[in-house]
């Protein structure tokens, strides 16, 4: 696709209730990022996949946030059992890898705007 | 782990004037500094980034300075447009073993408004 795809775009979640939220990173984009964005802040790292390896999980909240990526292109981030203060935009990102390894410019999604009531 | 602070949280010039914002990060084994605009309601969109390699990198009406020493980097805006009013968010890559993975830890961010 021309750009990183999310949905759903907006998801209203009564609190208790598990939520799925895809990314559809570049093709060919061998990394993905997931941030999670409160309002009025700067995103804030969740995690990160080169191909389907999950190599960093180090900002996950607790173990109802949950993501993967099995066949290393689409991503899906899974919350369970959701809590108000989860109510944030869920950013994902996606990028290639430079020659070196380094990483490129990453490119952004619009974010899926999750509201837990 | 890596710790970025940005400066101002809010910031009002007049259209044409320069606009400056900057950063500090704490850990120094980062080496990827890019800067990104956010209109309201949209995704990060990247306007400039450095590595620390270079020192100042320029693009038309944007720059970006880097002090490795001191460990912060500054976002300079000339002539600025009513179109440049949005939210800027600096951010830090830590570099990690022999690679740089592209995990980024942003600032709070500035919201610029140009008035006409």
């Known amino acids: 696709g021309a750009g990183v795809s999310q949905s759903p775009r907006y998801k209203v979640a009564k609190r208790g209730q598990d939520v799925a939220l895809r990314c559809d990173p570049i093709?060919?984009?061998?990394?993905l990022f997931w941030y999670q964005q409160a309002l009025g802040q700067g995103p804030e790292f969740l995690t990160y996949?080169?191909?389907?390896?999950?190599?960093?999980k180090s900002g996950l909240p607790s173990d109802r946030f949950f993501a993967e990526r099995p066949e290393g292109s689409v991503s899906t981030l899974k919350i369970q059992r959701t809590q108000q203060e989860d109510s944030a935009v869920y950013l994902c990102?996606?990028?290639?890898?430079?020659?070196?390894?380094?990483?490129?410019?990453?490119?952004f999604g619009e974010g899926s705007r999750l509201t837990v009531l | 782990g890596e710790n970025v602070e940005q400066h101002p949280s809010t910031l009002s010039v007049q259209e044409g004037d320069s606009a400056v914002i900057k950063c500090t990060y704490s850990?120094?084994?980062?080496?990827?500094f890019p800067w990104y605009k956010q209109e309201l309601g949209k995704r990060p969109q990247l306007i400039i980034d450095?590595?620390?390699?270079?020192g100042e990198k320029k693009d038309q009406r944007i720059a970006v300075t880097l002090n490795k020493t001191a460990k912060h980097f500054s976002l300079h805006i000339t002539e600025t447009q009513p179109e440049d009013s949005a939210v800027y968010f600096c951010?830090?890559?830590?570099?990690?073993?022999?690679?740089?993975?592209?995990?980024?830890?942003f600032g709070q961010g500035t919201t610029l408004q140009v008035k006409p």
């Open positions: 450095i590595r620390s390699n270079v």
């Open positions: 951010a830090a890559s830590p570099f990690v073993g022999s690679s740089n993975t592209g995990k980024l830890i």
């Open positions: 990102a996606s990028s290639s890898l430079l020659a070196g390894g380094d990483t490129g410019e990453l490119f």
């Open positions: 093709s060919g984009h061998v990394s």
């Open positions: 996949f080169q191909n389907e390896a999950q190599l960093d």
């Open positions: 850990d120094s084994a980062s080496n990827y």
